[in-house]
């Protein structure tokens, strides 16, 4: 079956640009998480979705990022008057239960490049 | 201190070498992953283990729980093992979030 995918796979902004990056989790996947990916760095967590609720929006750097995800399958990764230091790979990982060890399968990622 | 520490950091070996990636982490866990990363793509899972050791083709994941530890054995290497390899543990809790290491850039050289 399809896995994870987003969309778009590179974006350019100019800073101040709102962006909106999107999501679709393998069909079924009750957990979805963003991931930010500063370059040589490992990913970061930035927040979690069971379903249609986001449960932790912890890493979410500032206001300026927003994440919804309202029909519990699709998720957008929304972020307002960007600044340089938001370019990154942002990665979107989706699970199939909520509780335990379960994997986690990784989109390709969007590259953001903000100048 | 970072809550996952990975040695080394960059790993240059020759076609056919015994590869080893280290990962030492200072939280609870319920599980840990080790991923793999090309240049330019996705993530890829290699192992989850909580325990252990598992095995998969010339990939070879072990686990001491007590010492918080992991290691990432590649036998008889090749170059299209070139990759950064990952390792993130999973917090034990309800959200299950990732916590990642800065990842190890292996270069396998022919």
């Known amino acids: 079956g399809a896995g994870v995918s987003q969309s778009p796979r590179y974006k350019v902004a100019k800073r101040g640009q709102d962006v909106a990056l999107r999501c679709d989790p393998i069909?079924?996947?009750?957990?979805l998480f963003w991931y930010q990916q500063a370059l040589g760095q490992g990913p970061e967590f930035l927040t979690y979705?069971?379903?249609?609720?986001?449960?932790?929006k912890s890493g979410l750097p500032s206001d300026r990022f927003f994440a919804e995800r309202p029909e519990g399958s699709v998720s957008t990764l929304k972020i307002q008057r960007t600044q340089q230091e938001d370019s990154a790979v942002y990665l979107c990982?989706?699970?199939?239960?909520?509780?335990?060890?379960?994997?986690?399968?990784f989109g390709p990622g969007t590259r953001l490049t903000v100048t | 201190k970072n809550e996952v520490e990975q040695s080394p950091q960059n790993l240059t070996a020759q076609e056919g070498e015994f590869i080893t990636i280290n990962c030492s982490y200072s939280?609870?866990?319920?599980?840990l992953h080790w991923l793999q990363q090309h240049p330019g793509g996705g993530i890829v899972s290699l192992f989850m283990?909580?325990?252990g050791k598992k095995k998969h083709g010339r990939l070879i994941a072990t686990i001491n729980i007590q010492e918080k530890h992991s290691s990432l054995h590649i036998t008889a290497s090749h170059p299209r093992d070139s990759a950064v390899y990952i390792c993130?543990?999973?917090?034990?809790?309800?959200?299950?979030?990732?916590?990642f290491g800065t990842g190890t850039l292996l270069a396998v050289q022919p």
């Open positions: 990982a989706s699970s199939l239960y909520l509780a335990g060890p379960y994997e986690q399968y």
């Open positions: 069909s079924g996947h009750v957990s």
């Open positions: 979705f069971q379903n249609e609720a986001q449960l932790d």
């Open positions: 939280v609870g866990i319920s599980a």
């Open positions: 283990l909580s325990s």
């Open positions: 993130a543990v999973r917090e034990g809790g309800a959200t299950n979030k990732l916590i």
